[in-house]
């Protein structure tokens, strides 16, 4: 008969001893399997025994499988803490070697300025209005108060398909359709796309290039909040500390009229190099909405007023990214694209 | 156009007002300069020439002057002969810089010292020539020149179209006066009129046909002039404007119209046939020898100015040759008229000759001003070249200007700006610029603005008078906001909604191009896609003369650029419009403009690579129409221009076709230098987007599947498509998925038939399935493919 007390002596040292998992492993089945276990196998003739004795036996086997699942708990903590302590040597890496290419491709930059100037304009309430880049002589000119031989026109040399099919020269056509759809105010609305003027290609303009523009039709609009509006929109997208003015100009479809400049970000205004000693840079046209416009619309000017203002978006992203050839934006060179 | 700083102080005290100031206050009033020269004459000093003697030893020819400097004499060699004794120069002594940047220094040429520069007219950036030592015509040696000549400054202004009369000096000096709050010293209409006799409208003979064409045509007589170098101050004053002096006549003329804005024009009376101005437009066949040597062909739809045989100059454009003032003319009709805007550009436009008159008269002139620009050319004219002026001159003006008058309500200055603008500001401006106001009972003015700005014509046109000089910077920004009981719902945006599809083919390694809608016709003919294309009928160039059809030829053109720059891969797409004309008799509509998906991948270099392309740009197209929201489109072999006749698939959703997806056409790839093979496709986005719904929940399968393959082995042609119907069918609704993965061919295929593999996955959503039930319907499976497809099966 052999003595739990030694058969857990016998255990312990032989975990003690143990130096893998598997080893302990193999010493649990040993002595704690459930079949053929050592610690089993003291109770195998315990049925024979008589009661007193039975209960001890009992309880000694007990404490014994106790005492070993408690040092095999024991050296494995131990194992497993001898290991982790020398990973840092072990399984060390060069973790200066770079990572795999993400294989991932590129939002075009101006899909992703176009989008920022959305969401900003967005947050103000406006929505966004699509309309045909090929459009009629009225929409594109006359709707905005610039009937044929109108002197204004030269400033929109425009692509022509027939006498009365020509591409857009802006997107101000947008704006007439959606007050002709929306019809009565309040409309808050921004209608970026591509536009086409007849100037050949060169690092500052080119024949097709994209615009947003704006439009707030509502009542007792004013200058100060087509300022606001602008501010706001700059503000948000270059910055706190930017500054917007207008300045008087001429648009046959506002009045007054402006162009708008956005302070320069690298000398706040002083004049630098960036900016030509300006202190500003252009940025757009904007003004309040002729009241012909309007009416051109389908909206009565005695009722409502509006505002409405335009800038391209390769503008606005060569503002923000320091682009300095516009012509990059639809060359398609990958590694233009994929700076953004 | 270049503003003299100078010449704007004959019309505005401009004192403590400097050049940048002046500028300043023009750009903020909306004439906006864009760039200021400035040219300091303070240190150059007034010499007279005493002595010349030509240099005895240099090769190229010298002169040494002796030059009184009023307080000493100096040597100063020159190479230019023409500051002979007696003339009054411009003198920079050694250590000056002068204008134009050069130093002066102490110099001796071959033995001779020289102490200083004569000054040309190009060195001072008085103009561009520089042929001579400029010749002064008045000074006292010793004093500076800026005693003769004022310290100079010319800006480069940008005129907005609607101001015409600011394309003179007097017109920008007015604005000037007004944002400075200083008077204007002259008068608009200059007092003067002529005197001689007889009668100028007995010397000429003056009729217009269409007066739509010629609202007015004033001809000022003029005898006994004597035609010669008109002043220093005017010849100084043209060349800073960019014009060249020509003769004291002809110099006035132009002089008058870069103050006034009028353009004008001198004949040579004695050279106009039969007495007779006659203002018609031009015969066909007749051809007219201009100003500036060249002769021009004339078409009827021209507007010309005739004596009784033959045209003499193109109205509003260019005079003409032989009617011109020369040195010999003593007899001159000043001709001060009123064209058609339109009509003076179109002329223009067709000799594609831009003249400082036709620069004027194409933005619309007011009449009144031809007299205002007449009667101050007429006093130049008498005063400098002594002419005598006839009373009375031809005067023709069918139908006067009628004056405008604008009620306004003051009120709506400060509604429409957002500030508050006090009445008696408002209406001192109005007045400063010209504006008579007249304050009526009920509290609105009636206006009437002055007879050249014909711009001025609503109410909202003088809150921008008002607005413009009372200064924006003083209008607060505010955001809008009112009570709205009305209202539309915020929908996201089309190009939000496609950001789904760029987010899918960003991550399958596709980058985004923006390319140029107008593309080469010629190339969408070579790829027979150009039956539907609009073609420009004005294009800057021919590969720029036509709108797309597809957008699959620049993408091409995109992978041939990048592949030519290095790149080995290229990866891309593009969402824009194409543009399809309408057919038939509808071709003058507006095109269709679908909003499409094009996208082209590299498909490597053999037959499998392009195989395996094909597929990935299916997943592709598949991942985009699922992230959009729609249901799964299907593929049916089809054939399309541009792509390969065996690898292109018809996509449709539901039963309406969205476009094509394959390998592109050999044939294409060579036409754009393309190597290797190219994979794409190109997609119609809104069907999609309309098909688009909600995605929604499925409950997650609470027992498990049980799954099997199945290599099914058929004849070449038998789809794998063809073949998953089958399956689908026979199915029953315990085969949750079906999906066939590999394609093979070789042992234990015969020859001509492949098999292709499909994973099966069973599942119930009731119970837990037994491997028999399974067995039943594999069973079932198979029967149906070898009845429908005679397919057999490896194990």
């Known amino acids: ?340 | 156009m270049k503003i003299s700083y100078e010449w704007l102080g004959d019309f505005v005290d401009l004192n403590g007002v400097t050049p940048k100031e002046a500028a300043d206050v023009l750009t903020r009033l909306g004439v906006e300069v864009e760039s200021l020269t400035a040219v300091d004459l303070s240190e150059i000093i007034v010499g007279r020439v005493i002595e010349q003697v030509k240099h005895p030893k240099s090769r190229t020819p010298l002169w040494i002057h002796q030059v009184d400097l009023g307080d000493r004499t100096e040597q100063i060699i020159a190479g230019a002969p023409n500051a002979v004794p007696g003339s009054l120069v411009p003198v920079a002594l050694p250590g000056t810089t002068v204008p134009n940047g050069k130093l002066v220094k102490d110099l001796n040429i071959a033995g001779f010292s020289a102490k200083g520069m004569l000054c040309s007219a190009e060195e001072l950036m008085l103009g561009e020539d520089h042929s001579g030592i400029l010749i002064l015509d008045a000074g006292k040696p010793g004093d500076p020149l800026t005693t003769v000549i004022p310290n100079q400054a010319v800006m480069d202004a940008e005129v907005t179209s609607n101001r015409p009369d600011c394309m003179g000096h007097m017109g920008v000096a007015r604005e000037l006066a007004a944002g400075l709050d200083r008077p204007m010293k002259v008068d608009f209409m200059p007092a003067f009129t002529g005197k001689a006799d007889p009668p100028g409208r007995d010397l000429i003979d003056v009729s217009i046909d269409d007066p739509d064409l010629c609202s007015r045509y004033i001809g000022g007589a003029i005898t006994g002039v004597k035609a010669g170098p008109s002043p220093k101050w005017i010849q100084r004053r043209l060349r800073a404007c960019g014009v060249r002096p020509i003769n004291n006549i002809v110099d006035i003329t132009n002089y008058v119209l870069l103050e006034y804005a009028q353009p004008l024009h001198a004949f040579d009376l004695a050279k106009l046939s039969g007495g007779q101005v006659h203002v018609r437009r031009a015969r066909a066949g007749e051809k007219l020898l201009c100003l500036d040597g060249i002769e021009r062909e004339l078409t009827p739809d021209m507007l010309v100015i005739a004596d009784a045989d033959k045209p003499v100059a193109i109205a509003g454009v260019i005079g003409g040759e032989e009617t011109a003032v020369t040195e010999a003319t003593t007899e001159v009709l000043l001709e001060s008229a009123t064209f058609n805007g339109p009509s003076v550009r179109q002329t223009a436009r067709a000799f594609g000759l831009r003249t400082e008159a036709s620069a004027r008269f194409e933005k619309g002139l007011p009449a009144e001003l031809a007299l205002a620009g007449a009667r101050r050319a007429a006093a130049l004219i008498a005063e400098l070249a002594g002419g005598a002026v006839h009373r009375e001159w031809a005067d023709v003006y069918p139908q006067p200007q009628e004056p405008v008058r604008i009620r306004l309500k003051p009120w709506l200055v400060d509604e429409v700006l957002g500030v508050h603008v006090p009445l008696d500001d408002s209406e001192a401006i109005l007045v400063r610029l010209g504006f008579h106001v007249r304050v009526l009972g009920d509290g609105e003015w009636d206006v009437l603005p002055p007879v050249f700005r014909l711009d001025v014509t609503i109410p909202e046109d003088l809150v921008e008078e008002v607005g413009r000089v009372y200064g924006y910077d003083r209008v607060p920004p505010t955001l809008p906001g009112r009570r709205h009981d009305k209202w539309t719902p915020a929908v996201p945006s089309q190009g939000r909604r496609l950001d789904a599809a760029r987010q899918v083919l960003t991550g399958a390694g596709f980058t985004e191009t923006w390319n140029p809608a107008l593309v080469s016709g010629r190339l969408l003919e070579q790829l027979r896609v150009g039956a539907r294309a609009l073609r420009v009928s004005n294009a800057l160039s021919d590969d720029m003369d036509t709108l797309r059809t597809s957008l699959l030829p620049s993408l091409v053109n995109v992978v041939a650029l990048n592949r030519d720059r290095g790149r080995t891969e290229v990866k891309v797409y593009e969402i824009a419009a194409a543009f399809l004309a309408h057919v038939g008799d509808k071709t003058t509509q507006q095109p269709e403009e679908p909003l499409r998906l094009g996208v082209v991948a590299d498909a490597g270099t053999t037959a499998e690579s392009g195989r395996k392309a094909f597929y990935a740009m299916k997943s592709v197209l598949d991942g985009c129409v699922r992230e959009l929201g729609a249901p799964p489109g299907t593929y049916q072999r089809a054939a399309a221009e541009m792509f390969h006749p065996g690898r292109c698939a018809a996509v449709f959703l539901d039963a309406r076709q969205l476009g094509y997806l394959g390998e592109l056409h050999p044939s294409v790839l060579t036409g754009a230098n393309v190597e290797g093979r190219l994979v794409a496709m190109e997609i119609d986005l809104e069907p999609v987007l309309d098909a688009a719904g909600v995605k929604r929940a499925q409950t997650l399968p609470r027992f498990p599947a049980i799954e099997r393959d199945l290599a099914v082995v058929v004849e070449e042609h038998v789809a794998a498509g063809a073949l998953l119907a089958t399956i689908k069918e026979a199915g029953s609704d315990i085969l949750d998925s079906a999906l066939p993965f590999d394609e093979y061919r070789g042992a234990q295929v015969p020859e001509g038939h492949k098999s292709v593999a499909f994973a099966l996955t069973f599942r119930s959503p009731e119970r837990t399935l037994t491997d028999a039930e399974v067995d039943e319907v594999m069973a079932e499976i198979k029967l149906a493919l070898q009845k429908k497809h005679s397919a057999g099966f490896r194990t």
């Open chain 1, 1 to 340: 008969m052999i003595n739990p007390q030694e058969l857990t002596q016998a255990a312990l040292a032989a975990i003690a001893q143990a130096h893998t998992e598997d080893e302990l492993a193999a010493i649990e089945v040993d002595y704690l399997g459930r079949k053929n276990g050592r610690v089993s196998n003291l109770l195998s003739g315990i049925g024979k025994l008589p009661s007193a004795e039975r209960a001890v036996l009992g309880q000694a086997a007990n404490e014994a499988k106790r005492a070993i699942e408690a040092a095999l708990a024991g050296r494995r903590r131990e194992l497993t803490d001898a290991r982790l302590a020398d990973l840092a040597e072990t399984e060390a890496i060069d973790i200066t070697f770079p990572g795999p290419a993400l294989g991932r491709g590129r939002i075009h930059v101006l899909t992703q300025v176009q989008r920022q100037i959305e969401s900003v304009l967005e947050s103000l309430g406006y929505k966004v209005e699509l309309g045909p880049e090929v459009e009629t002589e009225w929409y594109n000119f006359e709707a905005l108060n610039i009937p044929p031989g109108h002197p204004a026109r030269e400033s929109w040399d425009s692509f022509y398909f027939t006498p009365d099919l020509l591409l857009r020269a802006h997107t101000s056509p947008v704006q007439i359709r959606a007050m002709q759809r929306i019809k009565e105010p309040p409309i808050y609305i921004i209608t970026p796309g591509r536009c086409y003027r007849r100037d050949p290609p060169e690092a500052t303009r080119l024949p097709y290039f994209s615009q947003v523009e704006g439009l707030a039709v509502d009542k007792a609009l004013t200058v100060g909040d087509m300022k606001g509006t602008l501010l706001y929109m700059i503000q948000s997208l270059y910055g706190e500390d930017r500054r917007v003015r207008v300045r008087p100009s001429y648009f046959p479809f506002t009045e007054p009229s402006f162009e708008f400049d956005v302070s320069c970000g690298i000398c706040a205004g002083a004049g630098c190099k960036s900016c030509r000693y300006k202190g500003w840079l252009e940025v757009g046209g904007c003004g309040m909405v002729h009241p012909q416009v309007l009416r051109n619309g389908g909206i009565d000017p005695e009722k409502w007023n509006g505002y409405a203002w335009g800038f391209g978006i390769e503008r606005m992203a060569m503002l923000k990214h320091d682009v300095e050839d516009i012509r990059l934006f639809y060359e398609s060179d990958l590694r233009f694209l994929e700076q953004f």
